[in-house]
């Protein structure tokens, strides 16, 4: 039993110190916030309740879209009061 209970804490023991000895890479790490678009906008979420159920469901987009439904939805509005 002495052996077998030996094999797996050599196995540990070689394997923290192969763990140990790794040395640092020598590139620095590439920056990922650098890559990001400049005119990405910050998204606004808001909460809208959906006919026939209790639970309200989370909605994000940014400004500019919030402002291009909103006006699509004013251009419908009017031309649903204009006469045919």
Same mark, same amino acid.
């Given at each position: ?24 890479? +020598? ?6 916030? @650098? *890559?990001?678009? =400049?005119? %990405?906008?910050?998204?606004?979420? !808001? ?14 987009? +940014? ?6 439904? @909103? *006006?699509?939805? =004013?251009? %419908?509005?009017?031309?649903?009061? !204009?006469?045919?």
């Amino acid at each position: 039993m002495g052996k077998f209970m030996m094999l797996p804490v050599a196995t540990i023991l070689m394997a923290s110190g192969a763990a140990a000895h790794q040395t640092a890479p +020598t590139t620095p790490p590439s920056v990922v916030a @650098a *890559a990001k678009p =400049v005119t %990405a906008e910050k998204p606004i979420c !808001r909460s809208e309740e959906t006919t026939g159920s209790r639970f309200s469901k989370r909605v994000c987009h +940014t400004k500019a879209e919030w402002n291009a439904m @909103a *006006a699509d939805g =004013v251009a %419908a509005l009017e031309a649903s009061r !204009r006469p045919h």
